[in-house]
């Protein structure tokens, strides 16, 4: 049972470089997110998707896309890497907005 | 100030003791609470919800919630070192951003 599966682990890359970062749930959830997480700062929402066909801004959005491409799969991807955003990246999922978001392993980023 | 607030710790406590942890939150109408454990370079895992007032117990952890005080803590019997990682306190407010608003984190260790 995977539950939430990010992809990759670990990236580096170099500033002005593009990436995207995926993330697909099998648990048929309709809300996705994606946090970033940077020492002593906590959980900080960049984007969400409430539901297929829906994505809207968080607190930190700048400097990041996403695109939900259908229920299971939620993506973000940075256009031009900034060393600001070296940072651990979390995707989560939940069934409805009263339970709880479960999340991937993450994905570890630096950029230099 | 902030949305969730958490002391952030180290909270310190020797093995078999009770940690306490703490929470406190903004907004009145949030209507259900998780507290998630993170071991460093982890990702988040769930380990208690509660959405009525009172405690809710599971094993060795058990949830307290008071809305009229708009408190949420957790505590841990027996505590072991295991139990030593990061508690996010997480609240679900109905209204205005669809996702988890976490709390910055509490350090907990567990002394042998």
């Known amino acids: 049972n995977a539950g939430v599966t990010q992809t990759p682990k670990f990236q580096v890359l170099k500033t002005g470089q593009s990436m995207t970062l995926q993330c697909a749930q099998d648990?048929?959830?309709?809300?996705m997110y994606w946090y970033r997480q940077d020492p002593g700062m906590g959980l900080r929402l960049i984007y969400y998707?409430?539901?297929?066909?829906?994505?809207d801004k968080g607190e930190v959005p700048n400097g990041y896309n996403v695109s939900r491409l259908n229920k299971r799969e939620f993506s973000l991807r940075l256009e031009s890497a900034a060393p600001s955003q070296t940072s651990a990246y979390f995707c989560?999922?939940?069934?409805?907005?009263?339970?709880?978001?479960?999340f991937g392993d993450g994905t570890r980023l630096s950029i230099l | 100030q902030k949305e969730v607030e958490q002391n952030s710790g180290p909270l310190s406590v020797p093995e078999g003791a009770i940690a306490s942890l703490n929470c406190t939150y903004s907004?009145?109408?949030?209507?259900?609470f998780f507290w998630y454990r993170q071991y460093s370079g982890k990702s988040p895992e769930l380990i208690m919800s509660?959405?009525?007032?009172g405690d809710k117990e599971d094993g060795r952890f058990t949830a307290q919630l008071n809305k009229a005080s708009q408190y949420v803590s957790l505590l841990i019997r027996d505590s072991q070192p295991s139990d030593s990682a990061t508690y996010l306190c997480?609240?679900?407010?109905?209204?205005?951003?669809?996702?988890?608003?976490f709390g910055s984190g509490t350090r907990l260790q567990v002394q042998p």
């Open positions: 997480a609240v679900n407010t109905p209204m205005g951003r669809r996702a988890l608003t």
């Open positions: 907004d009145r109408v949030s209507q259900s």
């Open positions: 989560a999922s939940r069934e409805t907005l009263n339970q709880p978001q479960h």
């Open positions: 648990m048929n959830h309709n809300s």
């Open positions: 509660i959405y009525s007032n």
């Open positions: 998707s409430a539901s297929e066909g829906t994505t």
